[in-house]
């Protein structure tokens, strides 16, 4: 998916703010180079009763960023949480040292519960092991966890592997549950290979959907 142009009428910026906007004169001339760059699809993965969704390929050197979309992923298994890793040798291992800072807000059905807190259950400290992405996920039927994963440059040998994520996701208990995640991969060895997986028990459906930013 590539953005070409934005409708510079509907900005309803004024003429002297129009130079921050890189405005050449014509009116709907403010193209996607100014405001960001074109997704690139690169691979879609679905969720069948599966233990993890791993994705081998795809992650190199071609792009600086990769944005991985989680839609509707529904477990097999109440209150559990969907959970990632990174791999320096192409999954063979999912190991990576993190550091992370995970931050959750959440509502519930009957008003109740309603609070923001710092999660230190969730967060890693110079962790190997699977960084949680949701608070307890139900598996009602129409319960699920929807969001985004951010990696940046993870070809990189000079730097750490930065990620942030944001999910929202239907808690077992009736809640909406908005979950910020941020941390690194402590490595400067290239990150080639993702797994996705839950906390227990299976993805029973979903889709992860894998692009690149150019």
Known sequence: ???????FNSLNVTPSASKFL???GD????AAADIGGALTLISTTTASSS?????TSGIDSTYKEYIFKFINIHPATNNKELTFNFSVDGGSNYNVTKT???HIHQH???????????????????????????????????????????LF???????????????????????????YVAGYGNTTTAVNAIDFKMSSGNIDSGIIKMYGVS
Request: proline residues 1%; aromatic residues 8%.
């Open 100 to 102: 992370t800072a995970v």
């Open 27 to 30: 009116a709907d001339a403010l």
């Open 1 to 7: 998916m590539a953005l070409s142009k934005v409708n």
């Open 153 to 179: 440059e993870p070809s990189s040998t000079t730097f750490v592997k930065n990620f942030i994520t944001r999910t929202s996701s239907y808690f077992g208990s009736d809640r909406a549950v908005d979950m």
């Open 51 to 55: 233990a993890n969704l791993s994705i």
């Open 108 to 150: 519930g059905e009957d008003g109740s519960n309603g609070n923001s807190e710092y999660s230190t259950e969730r967060d890693l400290a110079q962790g190997t092991g699977y960084q949680k992405l949701c608070k307890d996920l139900g598996n009602g039927n129409d319960e699920s966890l929807s969001g985004t994963l951010h």
């Open 22 to 24: 890189a405005w050449d």
